[in-house]
């Protein structure tokens, strides 16, 4: 009898202690917790790209609402939803503002997460050298440069939690080179020598897409005739124009990230009589271009119209919801800003944890539907992959001051027009 009421008195006692126990992890938890998950940004607010910052800012900033309003990210390991808060800061198109910045959110802001840079190449592999002194998640949002990749691939464990939340460059060149060809083959534009002349900003992105896009039109019996580089920003083409005039190549590839270089550029070219096929890259996103170029702009033809809202559904909704937040229109940026938040906290809720290496196991193995398309990573390159299948690089043309795709065939909505000063 002794016996048995010893024991049952112990029974009890465990059965307290264990309440205990589990009451007091309870509180641990709910204590250990954040109240939210810092995601840093870093992005050009000021000088000669403040827009583009601007846009994906806002792209951000709209799915960060709407992540919240359904209470934030699920974090398994905490066993709750918690808000997501993004820090922005401004690099001001310079390397070295980009990393004194992005320490400045990791050592100050105690961010969980650093975007470094949202928009720059030359800015993101400044930053990028960051990531071996720090082990955070770290991630690009809309750097294309190759160079940017190749550093991984060389040296994969020093780079192990960077990843490049964009397509490569060389995306931008299979565009331009097979725009040309597929033209040339249906007999809508004929090159008389197969000559091509590129002008540029000297960044990073400039060049690497020149680069590219030359690499693969030489496969197509293409011979480069002019490589001119400007300072971005730059606005005094007429030197650049008069050379080329020499040389009268049959296309002409300008790439810049300013907008006034291209409205400037585009202005330009019409003033020189230049009989060449013009193809830009990436200026023509800016909405203003059109306006601002008036009908200097007509028939150039230009590469990624990645917003086609017409025909996307997901692109359609996405055009309601950032419409009744801003009030206008969207662009290449806002979306590019949304996916890539869309992302961070999809690397988050599928850790289930905020430890550094579960978030960059989690965001390497991403593989998601965005606004501009399926987000997955090529593993060896630590950059999202590009095709019909993923992120489409389609050519557009603009025609009555609207652009419209023009190539690849599958996503066309009009068919090229020769560009009438064209000899």
């Avoid at 930053?127 to 060389?154: C, G, H, T, W």
């Avoid at 306006?291 to 086609?308: C, D, I, R, V």
């Avoid at 419409?323 to 949304?338: F, L, R, S, T, V």
Wanted: positive net charge; proline residues 5%; glycine residues 8%.
């Amino acid at each position: 009898m002794m016996g048995n009421k010893i024991s049952k008195r112990f029974m009890i006692v465990l059965a307290l202690l264990c309440i205990g126990l589990f009451a007091f992890a309870t509180t641990v938890t709910a204590k250990e917790a954040p109240k939210e998950i810092k995601v840093g940004v870093v992005m050009p607010l000021s000088g000669p790209v403040a827009w583009a910052g601007a846009s994906l800012k806002a792209g951000c900033e709209l799915a960060v609402k709407q992540i919240n309003a359904e209470g934030g990210v699920f974090v398994k390991e905490y066993n709750k939803k918690i808000p997501l808060k993004a820090f922005y800061e401004d690099c001001q198109s310079k390397p070295a503002i980009g990393v004194a910045v992005a320490e400045k959110l990791i050592t100050k802001d105690k961010v969980n997460f650093l975007v470094g840079d949202a928009f720059h190449s030359s800015v993101t592999m400044a930053i990028m050298e960051l990531a071996p002194k720090y082990n955070l998640p770290m991630q690009s949002f809309m750097p294309v440069s190759e160079a940017i990749s190749d550093r991984i691939v060389a040296e994969p464990k020093k780079y192990w939690n960077f990843w490049k939340g964009d397509f490569a460059s060389s995306a931008y060149g299979k565009t331009i080179a097979q725009t040309y060809a597929y033209l040339d083959e249906k007999g809508l534009f004929k090159p008389k020598q197969k000559t091509v002349a590129f002008v540029i900003e000297d960044t990073d992105f400039g060049r690497s897409n020149a680069d590219i896009s030359l690499q693969l039109m030489k496969k197509n019996g293409w011979k480069k005739v002019a490589y001119e580089v400007v300072p971005l920003g730059h606005n005094d083409f007429y030197p650049q124009l008069t050379k080329l005039k020499a040389s009268r190549p049959d296309v002409v590839v300008s790439c810049f990230t300013a907008l006034n270089s291209g409205v400037s550029f585009v202005k330009q070219f019409s003033e020189s009589g230049l009989g060449s096929s013009h193809m830009a890259i990436f200026y023509p996103l800016y909405p203003q271009l059109v306006k601002q170029a008036g009908n200097a702009a007509e028939f150039l033809m230009w590469t990624p119209l990645l917003l086609n809202p017409a025909k996307n559904k997901i692109q359609a909704k996405f055009q309601d919801d950032y419409k009744k937040a801003y009030g206008k229109g969207i662009n290449n940026q806002n979306a590019a800003g949304y996916d890539g938040m869309l992302g961070v906290a999809m690397a988050f809720e599928n850790a289930g944890s905020l430890d550094p290496k579960k978030v960059v196991k989690a965001l390497s193995q991403a593989d998601y539907q965005g606004v501009l398309g399926r987000y997955k990573y090529n593993q060896e390159r630590h950059e999202i992959m590009d095709g019909v299948d993923f992120i489409p690089i389609p050519t557009a043309q603009i025609i009555k001051g609207k652009s419209n795709i023009i190539w690849p065939p599958s996503l066309a909505g009009a068919v090229y027009q020769k560009e009438p000063w064209i000899q």
